[in-house]
């Protein structure tokens, strides 16, 4: 499975925290036999991507809430698009991840799961961090 698969995959299980609130390898498990994963590279991108994300989540909260536009809450984005923002800023500042690919590939996921206006917004978000965190590609 390539690695715009895993981040697919990857995404839906955020999205899965997201919305129970659950952080354990037992959600990871369960995700793992629901989606028919198998690949041990696979299950440790997710479970790397799954704890990594928990761990750091209070900045990179920070880190959306910052570079929202004014009078706009976190509590207002979509789970789709905290989800899809996670993702990239996770791996772009603790993975060393291209920023232009990170950004590229939750972009392109946004097309497919968002609405309309999701890339652009994820797009803005991401470039002001980047640009906040003096990200090198």
């Known amino acids: 499975m390539n690695r715009t698969k895993s981040r697919e995959l990857a995404f839906k299980l955020i999205y899965m925290k997201e919305v129970q609130k ?9 995700f793992c036999e629901s989606n028919e994963i198998e690949e041990t590279e696979v299950k440790e991108y997710l479970k790397d991507i799954l704890f990594g994300v928990s761990k750091n989540e209070e900045k990179i ?5 910052k570079n929202l536009k004014e009078n706009w809450t976190i509590d207002r984005v979509s789970k789709i698009n905290i989800s899809l ?3 990239a800023i996770y791996e772009m500042l603790y993975k060393g991840l291209p ?3 990170a950004i590229n590939e939750v972009v392109e996921i946004a097309k497919q799961y968002s609405d309309e206006q999701a890339s652009s917004f994820i797009n803005g978000i991401l470039a002001s961090i980047v640009k906040e965190e003096k990200l090198n590609n």
Do not use: F, G, R, S
């Open 22 to 30: 659950i952080v354990d390898d037992d959600i990871l498990e369960i």
């Open 61 to 65: 909260n920070n880190l959306i809430i």
């Open 85 to 87: 923002l996670k993702i």
């Open 99 to 101: 920023y232009k690919i």
